[in-house]
């Protein structure tokens, strides 16, 4: 009987020794991949976001761009990433909201295969025409597509892109018919718009306000219960005549499925601290967005709901994947 327990006591040592724990978490540096090409609005807060949480956390935070079909590329690699906390993602409306109503084949399942941590920051839309353009406000625009539907054109960065999904709402709210003309991405359509191709285009708040500011385009107005601090004179939706147009860009911290909870609450802390970083919150208004944390059950349920809300948009308007 002796024998038997010393034997087992060896035993047992010998599984602790070739057995350690778990390293405490960060130690090494953490990749976040932006879905989007560098050098854009969503590129600049989110290696903004990544310096902040770094100095919290305690390790560096890499940022590596890995653009393509509307974000669904750089999400997909991160869902395939190890649960171990080194590999985050900042997902955007697209990829998590609108990508399963229009793309046949998704490569994940926004509410099953990701961990979802917190929101991050919203930016919201506007809708513009070129400076030139005799559409003074949204009741000229809505009054004259009425006359002649289909006349006026409706740019997009894309079919299924979130110009795309906002600009069907846009019409159906409306109760007009536009001639859509896709792009592929946002800097060609806004291009166009400003060369007169084009008659309109909602794009987000960073990718036009320099325009607006510069007197090349004109905003008719912002998607959003509230006015932009750095565009007062725009009016909200529910002052243009059409308050159920309420959208914005949506980006949030996702991780692969099966993130261990506490890598998890290290990660959300971080996220949480940065964002009321004043220079992460002025950087932020600088490109037009609005930052805001949440707890991962919140996140995971605005995905839940803005799905609920978008499906049927999309749907109605047909809108499928190229």
Do not use: C
């Not at 950087?283 to 499906?311: H, M, N, V």
């Amino acid at each position: 009987m002796m024998m038997r327990l010393m034997m087992y006591v060896l035993w047992t040592a010998a599984l602790l020794m070739v057995s350690p724990a778990r390293a405490a978490y960060p130690d090494r540096p953490i990749v976040l991949v932006v879905p989007f090409a560098a050098g854009g609005p969503a590129d600049v807060m989110a290696r903004t976001l990544a310096k902040s949480m770094g100095t919290r956390i305690g390790q560096t935070i890499v940022v590596e761009n890995r653009p393509g079909a509307g974000g669904l590329v750089g999400i997909a690699g991160v869902t395939r990433a190890t649960a171990d906390g080194y590999t985050l993602g900042m997902a955007g409306t697209g990829a998590l909201v609108y990508a399963p109503f229009i793309s046949p084949k998704m490569p994940f399942d926004p509410l099953k295969d990701v961990t979802h941590l917190s929101t991050m920051v919203s930016t919201p839309n506007l809708v513009v025409v070129n400076a030139s353009s005799p559409f003074k406000s949204v009741a000229d625009l809505l009054a004259a597509a009425k006359r002649e539907p289909e006349r006026f054109t409706v740019a997009s960065a894309g079919v299924g892109s979130s110009t795309h999904v906002v600009g069907a709402l846009f019409q159906r709210e409306a109760g007009i018919r536009l001639r859509h003309v896709p792009y592929k991405g946002g800097a060609p359509a806004v291009q166009d718009l400003m060369g007169g191709q084009v008659d309109m285009f909602i794009a987000e708040v960073p990718a036009v306000a320099h325009l607006i500011k510069g007197g090349k385009l004109r905003a008719l107005m912002v998607t959003d219960t509230k006015r932009l601090a750095a565009l007062p004179d725009v009016p909200t939706a529910a002052e243009a005549g059409l308050p159920k147009v309420l959208a914005a860009g949506a980006y949030g911290i996702v991780a692969p499925r099966g993130l261990p909870e506490d890598v998890a609450r290290k990660i959300v802390d971080a996220v949480t601290g940065a964002l009321r970083a004043p220079d992460v919150v002025e950087k932020f208004a600088e490109q037009g967005g609005i930052g805001q944390s949440s707890t991962p059950d919140a996140y995971r349920a605005l995905i839940k709901s803005e799905q609920g809300r978008w499906g049927p948009v999309i749907k109605a308007a047909g809108i499928t994947a190229e």
